[in-house]
């Protein structure tokens, strides 16, 4: 079983990535603005959420954490050689910006079904993108053999012990900004964010000798490998014609991460799944009724706040929840299409 990471890895990584990071707000979502929205059914039977607004990040996305994290402790050769990583977008421009940052070469492999935007996004960093087909693991092989031929040091999107405590930072922050807390939901995809925010938080409770708040993971139901993994205690894999059903092009990974798996079911509480009409109506609320523009991908923890948290034992209308909207790189059209729907209404 892979070791897991500490409270001391966590701290080290936070002030680590101080310099380019930042403290991404946590914003109330008002029940008042629910029903201004248009959404006044919903809004009789939320709990008290509150947005983690990763979009806020420099890239638009918590991946930067991670990212920074890793490449900042590379050596200088290692740095000279260059850095390589498979993704289908956010990633991708955490590893760019990271590279420019810190003076390194950055080759990017992604899916060549990727949103124009990100695609164009980590071209703006200076990277260098070779496409592969919609496989996750298509693009993983594809990264190792480019790897080994040039010498590049590979930066994987969520299964390493240091992109782990990078993404914890967001939970040891959400702690920090809402005492009291009782349930964190993270978007969860191949689980890097999911087993950092988590570890995080369970870590840092635990340092403070106060109880932790309950973290469960949010995926979408075409796409439900998470779930079935937490569920059996076993690490399953799906088809790439499976996870590419869903809109969240972020979260199609087919498989969760060795590393992150581990974490996972040392810290995490549970996993809901959400359908894509909800993930659909949440996209329309944030727009409607914040000033967070996010992905479908950011949007799967505020739908699963919305319509499932009433599945979770001891969380009722009164709770506190934190939604973790984990980026905003939100393509163009469909942001055009959501707002175009006859019932939109923007407070």
């Known amino acids: 079983m892979p070791s897991l990471i500490t409270l001391a890895d966590i701290l080290a990584a ?22 201004a929205a248009g959404f ?20 638009k996305s918590f991946k930067l954490r991670g990212a920074y994290n890793m490449i900042a402790q590379l050596s200088p050769e290692e740095l000279k050689r260059g850095v390589i990583t498979y993704s289908s977008g956010n990633h991708a421009q955490g590893v760019a910006f990271s590279a420019r940052a810190l003076g390194a070469k950055a080759v990017i492999v992604m899916p060549a079904n990727s949103p124009q935007v990100k ?25 190792e053999e480019l790897a080994s031929a040039h010498g590049y040091t590979i930066i994987p999107p969520y299964d390493a012990a240091a992109i782990i405590a990078g993404q914890a930072t967001c939970g040891v922050e959400i702690l920090e900004q809402l005492p009291g807390v009782d349930l964190v939901l993270s978007p969860v995809s191949g689980g890097g964010l999911l087993s950092g925010v988590a570890t995080g938080i369970k870590l840092a409770a635990a340092a403070a000798n106060s109880t932790a708040p309950l973290v469960f993971g949010a995926e979408p139901e075409l796409a439900a490998d998470a779930k079935q993994s937490f569920d059996t205690g076993t690490l399953v894999e799906w088809s790439a014609d499976d996870t590419t059903r869903t809109l969240c092009d972020g979260l199609r990974t087919q498989s969760l991460g060795q590393r992150n798996f581990a974490h996972i079911l040392q810290y995490v509480d549970g996993i809901v799944t959400v359908t894509e009409d909800e993930i659909r109506t949440a996209l329309r609320i944030l727009l409607a009724a914040t000033d967070i523009v996010p992905e479908p991908s950011g949007a799967v923890t505020l739908a699963a706040a919305l319509f499932h948290t009433r599945e979770i034992p001891g969380i009722g209308a009164t709770s506190k929840i934190a939604a973790i909207v984990s980026g905003g790189n939100l393509d163009p059209t469909l942001r055009t299409q959501l707002e175009s729907e006859s019932s939109f209404i923007r407070v």
Do not use: N
Not at 14 to 35: F, Q, W
């Open 40 to 59: 006044s059914a919903l809004a009789d039977t939320a709990p008290d959420i509150y947005l983690k607004d990763e979009s806020a990040q420099p890239i």
């Open 14 to 35: 936070r002030d680590r990535i101080a310099s380019v990071t930042v403290c991404t707000p946590l914003v109330p979502l008002s029940r008042d603005r629910l029903r």
């Open 119 to 143: 695609m164009d996004a980590t071209r703006a960093f200076g990277a260098e993108i070779v496409t592969v087909g919609p496989a996750s693991t298509e693009r993983k092989l594809k990264a």
